[in-house]
């Protein structure tokens, strides 16, 4: 309704939501070309192109990433963060061990990573093992964070229960307090976490239908290719 706001709540669920839904549009930028015969023996290196490209060409947040993880119980549980780093080993994300994610991660280091850059309709999928870097890493990692971003990881309570904004006031204030008497000062749980991929499928749009797909799978030292259907 004209005047209302993104967290206007209702009773009930409006009774049109599935065709509001099916109205909707998909692939509505200018939408790139994959040429499968020419893709790298390396998924690595094609990942770069195509993150490369996006930068290059204006994606919003390209860095943007989902995580899924699993817990205990078999449930996964899926957020989306910033990718921190790549190179020839894997992908690489940070977060506090006692997350919820970084909770999971100890229980079972695997991980399904996803990327995708609606400007393009590209979409690039990752599975692999997950590991924490070593500390000297995590370290420079979170250095090299915000003043802000530095604070709030100091707070040491991410995933945990709010009662209150006032309650999280206090803390990041302390928290504050404390990087000024030390600008060193380093959270104890940070890591830096390496994704190493054993399976990764990049995905092209196309309006006919005609999408693109090619799936890398990790063969030891090496990587097969492989087409799939749309």
Known sequence: PKGGTLTDTKDTLPTDACRVVRQLKV????LAFFDIEQAPEDPLLLFDQWFRDAVKHGAIEPHAMTLSTIDE??????????LKDFD??????ASSANSRKGAELASLPRAALNFYWREFGRQIRVRG????CN????VADFRA???EARAESLLGKQS????SWSDWEEAIELARQRQEKDPSLVAADWTLYLVEPIEIEFWQADRNRKHARLKYARMASTWSKQMLWP
Do not use: H, K, N
Request: proline residues 11%.
């Open 73 to 82: 119980e078999g449930w996964p549980s899926s957020r989306t963060l910033i």
């Open 135 to 138: 500390p000297q890493r995590s």
């Open 160 to 163: 945990q229960p709010l009662e």
């Open 145 to 147: 964070r915000s003043a």
């Open 129 to 132: 093992t997950v590991t924490p």
């Open 27 to 30: 692939f509505q930028g200018e």
């Open 88 to 93: 020839r080993q894997g992908l690489y994300f």
